[in-house]
């Protein structure tokens, strides 16, 4: 499964840098399907590499199968 993902980051001085979801979509042969209302967009999340878990998990699919990239 490929997904591509949007996002604004918000930060504090204590907390690490995260980021929320602004939209998702899932890449099926030359077509982008938009999949945001299947996650929590409110969510912020500390990497990419646990919305790659995330998805994999949301998904029922091994991590392996999951490919992630950012716009």
């Given amino acids: 499964m490929n997904f591509t993902f949007s996002s604004h980051s918000t ?8 980021f929320q979801v602004q939209q998702i979509w899932q890449q099926v042969d030359d077509q982008s399907h938009d999949v945001s209302h299947l996650i929590d967009r409110t969510y912020r999340y500390h990497s ?19 490919a992630l990239s950012r716009v």
Avoid: N, Q, Y
Avoid at 11 to 18: L, V
């Fill in 11 to 18: 930060g504090a001085a204590i907390e690490p840098a995260t």
């Fill in 48 to 66: 990419v590499r646990e919305l790659h878990w995330h998805l994999a998990d949301r998904f029922s699919r091994p991590i392996r199968s999951v």
